[in-house]
């Protein structure tokens, strides 16, 4: 099942979380905001995209294409706020674009991303002591990812200025990654790759 993005539904995108109303301008402006509300309310991040989705088409089906029990099915673990604030951004990030993730490049822009990212200084290792953080991040990140690798994803590890994990991300379009004004010159994301 998949949202009807380019559709304003009835009230304008808005999710109800509790006795909340969380509103957005856009879908994934929602999921953001839903996110940063669970976070800031300490809530378990939870699966922000199939909850947001179940929500806008059970409301308003004809937002939707497809049939609800797609999502309701869905395998993406359920994450907490660990602590680490690297996992917890890489996390964020992760349940943030959850089903858009479809939106991917080819493998050559992917092999190019990833030769900027191996040889710079902001690729930082994200793991911590927590063996089951790690586990959910690499879960998270490897069902974004699918089958796909580049030649050098041992040497990937995760963006400290954009809060990702680089061996996903080089794969993503470029609306489901970050952008910093402190990013280097030589960064691929600073470049439009
Ligand atoms: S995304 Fe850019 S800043 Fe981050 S590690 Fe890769 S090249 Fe460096």
């Not at 995108?13 to 994934?28: C, L, P, V």
């Not at 349940?95 to 993730?101: E, T, V």
């Not at 061996?167 to 952008?179: E, H, K």
Request: net charge positive.
């Amino acid at each position: 099942m998949t949202v009807i993005e380019g559709v304003v539904p009835p009230g304008g995108w808005h999710y109800k979380q509790g006795n909340d109303t969380i509103r957005a301008e856009s879908f994934t402006a929602l999921l953001e905001a839903v996110l940063d509300y669970r976070s800031a309310n300490r809530l378990d991040f939870g699966n922000v995209h199939e909850d947001v989705l179940n929500y806008i088409c059970s409301s308003f089906p004809r937002q939707c294409r497809g049939s609800l029990n797609v999502a309701v099915g869905s395998k993406t673990p359920t994450i907490r706020n660990t602590g680490n604030d690297l996992i917890d951004r890489i996390q964020r990030w992760a349940m943030k674009i959850g089903g858009l993730a479809h939106r991917k490049v080819t493998q050559a822009q992917a092999e190019k991303r990833s030769e900027f990212c191996v040889n710079c200084p902001h690729n930082v290792t994200w793991r911590g002591g927590c063996g089951t953080c790690n586990s959910n991040v690499e879960r998270l990140c490897a069902i974004i990812r699918g089958p796909l690798e580049v030649t050098y994803y041992k040497r990937l590890m995760a963006c400290k200025l954009l809060g990702h994990d680089n061996r996903t991300a080089i794969f993503l379009d470029s609306s489901l990654v970050g952008m910093s004004d402190s990013l280097p010159e030589s960064c691929w994301r600073k470049k439009n790759l």
